[in-house]
């Protein structure tokens, strides 16, 4: 596995791949890379000659009062992780490289962003399209692997792709999850051992969703009431929200009806980590 | 000359070019192609095997009074001039295909656009990059050529440019003018003939500044009142802006200081038609 800090030297990398006809992927990350990571560079693999992965915590989709500073961090541990996964080019840029002091650019998408994640994190799309967009053309990827747990992100990432018309196939791969039924998240390190066992609440909530609807519920406010209820069983679990929502433009339902793609997403707090899961169904 | 009007079919295109090594130049114009244009095609050849005009009144980049509906358009002509001038490729898209109608995303660059044109346009410069960028993504340049004349344009896609790392290298070339002084424009067409012999007033007002210059004025606001003067002696001139200013940070200077990189730019309406010229300066 090639390690690449520099952005010239990544571009040029491109660039030879490419006119040797072979097809690029990128996987973008933040690094502190676990199972879910390592499952979309495996993915990646399958769809591509040369797989990119790319370790950037981007300070631009933290807001001024979140995790930036603590976020967790250990390249040592990510080159090791990435190259048994497959990985062929590790893209570690420093913040320097990527955010210049006379840096000025930033990528707004309307609508799409300020729901769910935006309305609790007003600039975090901002930042994260921005950066996908600098890492697109600094990796000049066919294809690009995000995962499903970032639910409205691959909403985003997609709508960006679409707008700008980058020649990109953004592929996104369902959320790995620990036994137990925890979404795997880079954060789930920040929980204490008792706020372990009930962050599995989050996934269980979603699992009584789909078991109501199964049954015929449709109401999205009574199924909103019973998840709420559920997770606020547990002594350590605040809710930031619970949509159920169109899985393409994210408007809010009040009833479902047959044929809905229909995204089921939530964001809780546990003791003060900020955890987020979802599920799709089509009713 | 091929012309090409499907976005994947132009991406194709560029994409079988670049497989045989060929690299490829992009002049992106809103077509009513005058002499200015076809200089910046002419240069875009001496610089690339392929060169793309592309031909796209954009209208995200005009405010909701401006003349985006009254602003010459003649494909037939433009075809004609394009070829003439060595372009292998037109790119002519429709306004849906550029803008479907569940667009959402816009480039956003800070500080620089809030001064001089984009003072008087506040979206302005939001569009021009947003299409820019698009339209990089669609040619998939490796060269792409823009006006002086658009002085502050050239500036912002600089930085669009670094910023987002597109891998493309910009040229900008002088702005052609007519004979008796006044730079080319598609919009010089609204004049009626008095006003078009007023017009001269822009690059005259200009060439003052200079000469004022060259003899030892340095005060920045005694250059602007004598270029205001020698302007609105012409009846149907005012002046919407006249800026001396840093030529990479459009910061205004109060005092030139030998050595300052220095861009002269006005912004004038004569009639009901708004023109604009520079001059760039090294003191």
Sequence with gaps: MKIISAITEMQRTADEARLLGKSIAVVPTMGYLHDGHLALVRIAKQNADVVIATLFVNPTQFGP???FNKYPRDV?????????????ILFVPSREEMYPTDYLTYI??????????????????RGAATVVAKLFNITKP?????????????????????????????????????????AMSSRNMYLSSTERKESTVLY???????RLID???????????EMTKLITSKSSASVDYISIASASTLQEFSNLETGDNTLISLAVRIGSTRLIDNILLTI
């Excluded at 707004?108 to 799309?125: A, D, N, Q, W, Y």
């Excluded at 995000?146 to 985003?156: E, L, M, R, W």
């Design 142 to 182: 066919h294809i690009a692997v995000f995962g499903q747990k970032d639910a409205q992100q691959a909403i985003v990432i997609r709508q960006l792709v679409k707008d700008l018309n980058f020649d990109i196939k953004i592929i996104v791969t369902p959320t790995m999850r620990e036994q137990d039924g925890l």
């Design 76 to 88: 040592e541990r990510d080159i090791k992780l990435a190259e048994s996964a497959g990985t062929d």
């Design 215 to 225: 049954n015929g519920e449709r109401s999205c406010s009574k199924l909103i009431s």
């Design 204 to 210: 269980q909530s979603l699992q009584l969703a789909k």
């Design 108 to 125: 707004v998408i309307e609508k799409i962003t300020s729901v769910l994640e935006g309305k609790f994190r007003p600039t975090h799309f």
């Design 65 to 67: 009062t979140e995790d």
